[in-house]
């Protein structure tokens, strides 16, 4: 009687988290928890505010960008002490930069590939470079964020000394996931007339579709096992803080997500078709050493998706890394903070000269 | 889990083996079924095992099941039959609320004037034109405010220049009145409030003599 009363009241309390993010507009209004690191905005302009966290200690030369995808808030890179990687980065001596999309508003629907890339991507490296005095930038990339990261890193070369990129979805092709095979059968029509409604993509529509790619889990599974893990020292504040970070969904602005359909339905990124402005992304521009992280549990990048990227661009230096997670296992796990972020930084430290 | 493992350049990393993973599972939940569970009841009935046994045995089906459903479920969502499907029905959905909002717009735009009512439209042009109403109220009241607070300005600097006039014109006591002391100008407790204390006393413009305005006109 007491687990069911006691999955009762998690289900109870996700059910409300739920309510009132519908109520709030999910992402848009609500405020971020409490940050870990502390953190100082160096930088605001068009949909870009930038953080920068000083390191702990010896610091590294070259100042380390993390670009977050564009659909939730970007706390889940700095959500509890020791399962946050900026305090991760920052404790291996990097001076880190994080990207802290400010959520479209309507009447920022007219914003694309372009806007996100070449102006406030492109302003915000900009910023890095001014702010820390170096010429050149890492950029790490968290999922679609690391598509945009490699798509400047294609456009602007000179301004990328290494690309990491994590669990990142190019080769659109595949739909062997719940998620590829549902967006591949999404018509553009559809996608439109999503757009002629409601200006931008509505966070809840997001939110709605990623539960529905793992409905048993986000209506009874997460709950019983919060129920199981409770007596786990600091779990339920986790569990907590990550379920305020799955409701955390923002709005996508209607152009980026016309353009992200068009994207996945034609395959252009990696086909070399897809332009920018006036620019075709070329991604054998890019030069630099490129470390691509790939979740071999991943549900929502498929891992062959993201295995191609060596592939495609013209680095001498490249190589891919498999870890044994999930999508968000290599941002909050355990094991990912002990064993793939010490990883990364170290190979980053190795590219720094 | 297991530790970083470094691919050389495209090595495919296999597909999660879904058949085989629902084999396993659907064995783990008939065991836990057939065996754990009556063999943990059947003990705890005879008072030879616990109940740490049967929860565990509980929570091993559970399991089972679980993996099962979520399972059946990724099986079912990756389907092309279910994503044709549902792509469909999203499309029409989202085509149906846009028709219905169309006309609901039309229709009603019509049907509420027949019947005496108002128009959506029209209730947001008056909603409108109240909060114009309410602001032009505000700004007036905020003008008033400080129309008022002016008056009483005025009247307590003239206040204080009369004072200080009647106090000029007494017959002057050296011992009374020292150079230190301050011009009665913050006498009343409005400009108190205001902190208009010793501020220069403004009379207003020099009206010109009527008789020399005159004069000068006749000569030009």
């Not at chain 2, 479920?73 to 609320?97: C, D, E, K, V, Y």
């Amino acid at each position: 009687m007491s687990t069911i009363s006691s999955v009762g009241g998690y289900w109870l309390e996700g059910a409300l988290r739920t309510l009132d993010a519908l109520r709030t507009g999910f992402g848009v209004p609500m405020d971020d928890p409490e940050p870990t690191t502390p953190s100082r905005v160096i930088y605001e302009g068009g949909k870009v505010r930038l953080r920068h966290y000083a390191s702990a200690g010896p610091e590294h030369k070259t100042p380390l960008l993390l670009v977050y995808s564009l659909i939730k808030r970007p706390f889940i890179l700095d959500l509890v002490p020791g399962r946050s990687v900026v305090e991760s980065l920052t404790r291996q001596g990097f001076s880190v930069y994080v990207i802290d999309w400010v959520p479209p508003a309507p009447a920022d629907k007219w914003r694309g590939f372009d806007e996100y890339v070449n102006v406030d991507l492109a302003n915000a490296v900009r910023a890095t470079q001014i702010h820390s005095g170096a010429e050149r930038v890492s950029l790490l990339g968290y999922c679609f964020g690391a598509t945009l990261a490699l798509i400047y890193s294609a456009l602007h070369p000179e301004n990328v000394k290494n690309l990491a990129a994590l669990m990142i979805p190019l080769d659109m092709s595949l739909s062997d996931l719940p998620i590829d095979n549902l967006t591949k059968h999404t018509s553009e029509r559809t996608a439109e007339l999503i757009v002629e409604s409601w200006g931008n993509a509505p966070a809840w529509l997001t939110h709605a579709f990623f539960n529905t790619l793992q409905p048993v889990h986000h209506m009874l599974g997460k709950f019983v096992v919060a129920h199981r893990s409770a007596s786990r020292p600091g779990y339920l504040e986790t569990f907590r803080l990550f379920e305020r970070w799955l409701h955390s969904d923002v709005p996508m602005a209607g152009r980026m997500f016309l353009e992200l359909h068009r994207l996945v339905h034609r395959n252009s990124l990696i086909k070399g078709e897809m332009t920018l402005g006036r620019e075709t992304v070329d991604l054998r521009r890019v030069r630099c050493p490129v470390l691509n992280v790939i979740g071999e549990e991943d549900d929502i990048v498929d891992p062959r998706s993201s295995v191609v990227l060596p592939d495609l661009i013209a680095s001498a230096d490249k190589q891919n890394v498999s870890f044994s997670g999930g999508h968000m296992g290599a941002a909050v796990s355990a094991d990912a903070h002990k064993r793939l972020w010490p990883q990364i930084g170290a190979w980053l430290g190795n590219h720094d000269a | 889990m297991a530790a970083l493992q470094r691919k050389e350049g495209n090595a495919s990393v296999p597909a999660s083996p879904a058949r085989a993973a629902l084999v396993k599972h659907l064995a783990d939940f008939a065991e836990a079924m057939l065996v754990d569970l009556p063999v943990a009841a059947a003990r705890r009935l005879l008072r030879d095992g616990g109940e740490l046994e049967l929860n565990e045995a509980g929570w091993k089906a559970y399991d089972a099941a679980l993996l099962i459903t979520n399972g059946a479920a990724a099986r079912i969502l990756s389907s092309p039959a279910f994503g044709a499907l549902a792509g469909r029905t999203f499309g029409m959905a989202i085509g149906l609320q846009r028709l219905n909002a169309a006309t609901a717009g039309a229709v009603f735009a019509t049907l509420w004037p027949g019947v005496g009512l108002p128009t959506a439209a029209e209730i947001d042009s008056m909603r409108d034109e109240l909060r114009g109403m309410r602001d032009e109220l505000r700004a007036a009241r905020m003008e008033m405010g400080v129309r008022e607070r002016l008056i009483e300005q005025q009247l307590a600097m003239q206040g204080g220049i009369l004072t200080e006039r009647v106090a000029w014109s007494e017959p002057r006591n050296a011992s009374s009145r020292s150079v230190e002391t301050p011009a009665p100008l913050a006498g009343s407790p409005a400009m108190s409030a205001m902190g208009l204390f010793r501020m220069p006393a403004f009379v207003g413009w020099p009206i010109p003599e009527p008789a020399r305005e005159r004069k000068r006109n006749v000569h030009n």
